[in-house]
């Protein structure tokens, strides 16, 4: 950089440059013009920094500069670095003065906003943070924004979860820059922005943000092509910040904040009679919608559909409340109106005529349900976890079995590991009692249930980026899965990410589906593995996306044996009097197949075959024919519902247990079975013939041939010995293969897991 003599202060502008081409002219200009304008308090100097630019902005700025610039101290380095975080850090390294401005490409600065910013600055003996006081959006859309101080006894620095209250565009002591430096954030690790990053990790700090009176932005909102639309387009989220995991960093802000109002000995500047009359209106009609809210809600609060109702009633009053019917701070201060037609001389399209006034929005950040909702959540969280299992709930259900079961394998391998597991889904979860007392059960909270699917996602994506367990494990979560889909990139950051997979269901007209397979594609790439308990997914997953082997693991799931031996089976002939008494136990769902249950035992009784179906299970609310039928059909015994494992249906009672599903993974209800030494009747699905075969039990090659399965049931009945050998045979491989020790084992070889 050239030389320059300096006045009391000095300043470098940074500005940061990628492919603007000549969207930078305006800019310059804007730049040049301030710094005149500061000629005799401040000396300052420019320094642009290009971050893999085209050729052809390159070549124009080089061009460019010097002409708009003239005298005025300026270099330009190129820098390879494909993140603007990291090349505002190079602006701040290489910059000479004692106070740095950040400035954008596209963006232009008011006339006295380097000569008032300065002054401000260093009228503070503390490190602060300088902001221009209105920012102007225009081109894509005509926004006002007035910057809120966070020292405003009515900022709320818990919001600052939700929006980001204040632009890149500041002024600050060099030193504050270098003290906390911007973070990466590149594109392809889905996180941003980085300078939202930067102001929670300052205030987090104790430095505050504040707008210079009188100052003012000019923001470039491009129809296509800008970072910001880039990260609104690719769900970008929040970089880690310590401000976002802690709540008492914000609540302190906000004590401080009303202590300084309740102690003040001067009154708060109030807005003038016409804004206030406005106010007065706007509130009148917001107190009307909250009236009318609270009726609602004495009327339908218990209705199922109430909590989505809810959330569109919240956002109708924020957009009331911020309608065009005027800026919720007061009239327009004519200096920015002044600064306003000025401007159009730099940057035509930049105005305030009546039409552009007319159709602006104004832009003031309220905390919402969003803001309540994350807090509450990381407050329910509390510290950060080792391990984070998202999970839709903990009921009576094989996969919640498979949780309880990875639980105590990591407590087992870490005995001071912290373990949470957080409900997705409303309802109750029965199993979270079984839990172990030193593991925290959390759901989310209510509310979020009546949130936008789009607003849950980025609530729990914020919440588990910023908690940054070492371990996230995804079980069965809907959300769960979608954020995954949106933000695996920014998880893998710094967690490690898992699934547990157990099969693809079909819907009626046969295709294949779960959760899982969505947004497989967009995060498969930054999870570490996917356990399953049944080598069939992983075949299924392989072939049809070609992914290597190394990225599954195949955890077969443990049985506890029974706590009681069952008791010795004799080899009995099976008659009218002695039938083969057959078990099925299921939930009653499509999946399950009751009509083909119905088949078998109808074709069964034709046959004259000595057998009894006893079946157990229920429906939820949507109950189709065959689940009523069966609760009627001559030719089986309904039992009723049960609760808990196998083992409350006394299975020495039975000589087999029977399968008629259409998809499954490996069911632990046939692993139960075999540790009373019961044989399975199964169809040929999912892995179900990886436990089912000719030495452990009967195997049919289509869910949905009643007749193979009735052919089964008659070489049973030929051949009571082959039941009982293979019964035996079920049991010892249940010992083998799915001992508490076999599995411990299997997950304690994935280092990347539980070390």
């Given at each position: 950089m050239a030389d320059s003599v300096t006045p009391d202060r000095t300043l470098t502008a940074v500005l940061n440059l990628h492919r603007e081409l000549r969207l930078a002219y305006p800019t310059l200009r804007s730049i040049e013009r301030a710094i005149r304008a500061a000629e005799g308090e401040l000396a300052v100097d420019v320094l642009i920094v290009l971050d893999r630019p085209d050729p052809a902005t390159e070549e124009y700025i080089r061009d460019a500069a010097p002409r708009v610039l003239g005298d005025i101290p300026h270099d330009i380095v190129v820098v390879d670095n494909g993140d603007l975080g990291l090349s505002r850090n190079d602006g701040v390294r290489l910059a000479r003065g004692e106070f740095v401005a950040m400035c954008d490409g596209d963006n232009m600065v008011s006339l006295d906003w380097f000569r008032n910013a300065v002054a401000f600055v260093a009228a503070h003996e503390e490190p602060v943070v300088a902001h221009p006081e209105y920012i102007v959006s225009f081109d894509a859309l005509d926004v006002l924004w007035k910057i809120v101080s966070s020292r405003d006894p009515q900022f709320d620095a818990l919001a600052l979860a939700e929006d980001n209250l204040w632009d890149a565009t500041c002024i600050a002591r060099r030193q504050t820059f270098v003290d906390v430096p911007y973070i990466a954030t590149y594109a392809q690790t889905g996180t941003g922005p980085e300078d939202w990053q930067w102001n929670a990790e300052t205030l987090?700090?104790?430095?505050d943000h504040l707008p210079v009176p009188g100052t003012s932005l000019f923001y470039r909102i491009k129809r296509v092509g800008s970072l910001l639309a880039r990260h609104?387009?690719?769900?970008?989220?929040?970089?880690?910040?310590?401000?976002?995991?802690?709540?008492?960093?914000?609540?302190?802000?906000?004590?401080?904040?009303?202590?300084?109002?309740?102690?003040?000995a001067e009154p708060a500047s109030r807005p003038g009679v016409g804004a206030r009359v406005k106010g007065l209106g706007r509130r009148a009609v917001v107190q009307v919608a909250k009236t009318g809210f609270r009726a609602v809600r004495r009327v339908v609060g218990g209705h199922p559909q109430f909590p989505m109702v809810q959330e569109e009633l919240r956002?109708?009053?924020?957009?009331?409340?911020?309608?065009?019917?005027?800026?919720?701070?007061?009239?327009?201060?004519?200096?920015?109106?002044e600064e306003w037609r000025a401007m159009h001389r730099i940057e035509p399209h930049v105005f305030p005529e009546k039409r552009t006034l007319a159709r602006m929005q104004y832009y003031a950040p309220q905390r919402s349900v969003f803001t309540d909702v994350y807090w509450q959540l990381v407050d329910s969280v509390g510290a950060t976890p080792d391990y984070l299992f998202v999970v839709p709930w903990l009921r009576r259900g094989g996969a919640d079995k498979v949780i309880l079961n990875y639980v105590r394998a990591i407590l087992e391998a870490d005995t001071d590991a912290r373990i949470v597991v957080l409900g997705t889904e409303p309802g109750?979860?029965?199993?979270?009692?079984?839990?172990?007392?030193?593991?925290?059960?959390?759901?989310?909270?209510?509310?979020?249930h009546g949130m936008q699917p789009e607003r849950q996602d980025r609530v729990l994506g914020l919440a588990m980026t910023q908690l940054a367990p070492r371990i996230i494990h995804l079980v069965n979560s809907n959300v769960g899965y979608r954020v995954y889909t949106k933000n695996s990139a920014a998880l893998a950051q710094r967690s490690r990410l898992f699934l547990s997979v157990f099969c693809i269901d079909e819907t009626e007209e046969g295709r294949l589906t779960h959760y899982m397979l969505k947004g497989l594609r967009q995060y498969m790439e930054h999870v570490d593995a996917v356990f399953t308990d049944n080598a069939d997914i992983v075949r299924f997953l392989r072939e049809t996306y070609d992914y290597p082997e190394r990225e599954f693991a195949v955890h077969y799931q443990p049985v506890d044996p029974p706590e009681l031996e069952p008791r010795a089976r004799e080899v009995r002939p099976f008659t009218a009097d002695e039938p083969l008494r057959v078990l099925w136990a299921a939930?009653?769902?499509?999946?399950?197949?009751?009509?083909?249950?119905?088949?078998?035992a109808r074709i069964a009784s034709e046959r004259g075959l000595p057998?009894?179906?006893?079946?157990?299970?229920?429906?939820?609310?949507?109950?189709?024919?065959?689940?009523?039928?069966?609760?009627?059909s001559s030719h089986v015994r309904y039992?009723?519902?049960?609760?808990?494992?196998?083992?409350?249906?006394?299975?020495?009672?039975?000589?087999?247990?029977m399968l008629t599903s259409q998809w499954e993974g490996l069911p632990n209800t046939?692993?139960?079975a075999a540790t009373y030494e019961l044989p399975a009747l199964a169809p040929r699905v999912g892995g179900v013939a990886e436990f089912v075969g000719p030495a452990t039990g009967y195997i049919v090659e289509r869910f949905d041939d009643a007749a193979a399965y009735v052919d089964q049931i008659a070489s049973m009945v030929g051949d009571p010995e082959g039941v009982r050998s293979r019964g035996r045979a079920a049991r010892e491989l249940v010992d083998e293969r799915h001992s508490w020790t076999a599995f411990a084992r299997t997950v304690r070889e994935r280092d990347s897991y539980t070390v």
């Open positions: 987090a700090k104790g430095i609104v387009a690719g769900a970008a989220m929040l970089p880690h910040s310590v401000y976002f995991a802690d709540r008492s960093i914000p609540e302190g802000i906000n004590a401080r904040n009303r202590g300084a109002l309740v102690g003040s956002e109708l009053v924020w957009r009331v409340n911020n309608a065009r019917g005027g800026a919720p701070w007061g009239d327009i201060p004519d200096q920015l109106r109750e979860s029965e199993w979270a009692s079984r839990l172990p007392a030193e593991v925290s059960f959390v759901q989310v909270p209510e509310a979020f939930r009653f769902d499509r999946q399950k197949r009751l009509d083909v249950l119905l088949d078998v057998v009894e179906f006893h079946v157990f299970g229920s429906a939820g609310i949507e109950v189709d024919s065959a689940a009523r039928e069966v609760t009627r039992r009723g519902a049960f609760d808990g494992g196998l083992e409350v249906l006394e299975p020495d009672r039975y000589d087999v247990i046939i692993l139960e």
